[in-house]
């Protein structure tokens, strides 16, 4: 009698049990479906996106607003000049960069005669039609000009680390490959009565229009590097000493024709009183603003 009893409890128990799951069941079942529903619309989405991506990415220079596009990891025809060009590759690096590091000896109480460096905007002329001539623009209310003023011995680096294309070869700025050019010499003022000011200026500004409308009276002054020594690194096993006048007048048998067909010179000295029209820079086409 008690075993029957039990048995018919529990079944009742059971009984009740069972109206209130179909409820809760029926809630995790549409909850399932509503997941399902959710992964696949994400799938879809995700599925659309890659198809999107893969008909209308654009290549990695592309991207970056460059004359060509170049696909499948090729790197542009921007690269610079072989390794075995020296004084080519010293004139690429001057004409590459926008602004230097100039190294002079200190004049301030606190650290006089020290090495002392400060960043110089400059330009050797325009992108791909370089002269390999760093003009300076300068003020006498920085350290640089002021320790000028007492010794003008100073010592410049550019690298081609401030461009794109060590980033695009993932080299870090100390790598070798990531070519940098140390020029030492004595830096000159430019006198107010000669060509050669005007010159500069239309270089620079074209290079630096920003640099237009510095205040009067900071007295802003153009100023040009005497190269004595050049020092190229560019690749492993120590740096290249080239020779001024090679650098400036690269000798036939090694670099005249290919810096020629590189840097296509101007005809003569009234070219510079053209109007200026951008030059393509054809080794490395990168988007530079000031």
């Known amino acids: 009698m008690i075993l029957r009893f039990t048995i018919f409890v529990a079944l009742a128990i059971l009984a009740i049990e069972a109206q209130k799951y179909p409820q809760t069941l029926d809630e995790q079942e549409q909850w399932k479906e509503f997941e399902e529903f959710l992964e696949w619309k994400k799938a879809r989405q995700l599925g659309e996106i890659r198809s999107h991506e893969k008909r209308y990415k654009k290549p990695y220079y592309e991207n970056r607003n460059v004359d060509k596009v170049y696909e499948n990891n090729e790197q542009p025809n921007a690269n610079p000049p072989p390794i075995d060009q020296a004084a080519l590759m ?3 690096i001057v004409n590459q960069a926008d602004w230097v590091s100039v190294a002079t000896i200190s004049t ?4 006089e005669s020290y090495p002392a460096v400060t ?3 400059y330009s050797d002329g325009e992108l791909g039609n370089g002269s390999g001539i760093p003009y300076l623009y ?3 209310l920085d350290f640089t000009a002021q320790d000028l003023a007492k010794d003008n011995r100073a010592s410049l680096m550019m690298t081609l680390a401030q461009g794109s294309y060590c980033k695009s070869k993932e080299w870090d700025p100390m790598d070798p490959r990531c070519a940098r050019i140390l020029l030492s010499g004595k830096i000159k003022a430019l006198r107010n009565d000669t060509s050669e000011l005007d010159v500069a200026k239309r270089i620079f500004f074209n290079r630096h229009p ?3 409308n510095m205040p009067p009276n900071h007295h802003f ?3 040009k590097l005497k190269i004595t020594t050049i020092a190229v690194l560019d690749t492993f096993g120590g740096p290249k000493y080239i020779n001024v006048k090679d650098y400036l ?3 036939v048998n090694n670099i005249t024709e290919e810096f020629n067909r590189v840097f296509p010179l101007g005809s003569g000295v ?3 009183q053209q109007e200026y029209t951008p030059v393509s820079n054809y080794l490395n086409p990168v988007v530079r603003t000031v």
């Open 138 to 140: 300068l003020t006498p």
């Open 108 to 111: 301030r109480k606190e650290i």
């Open 270 to 272: 009234n070219d510079w």
């Open 210 to 212: 920003k640099l237009v």
């Open 249 to 251: 007048h690269p000798p």
């Open 90 to 92: 010293a004139r690429y």
């Open 119 to 121: 960043l110089v905007s």
């Open 221 to 223: 002054y153009f100023a």
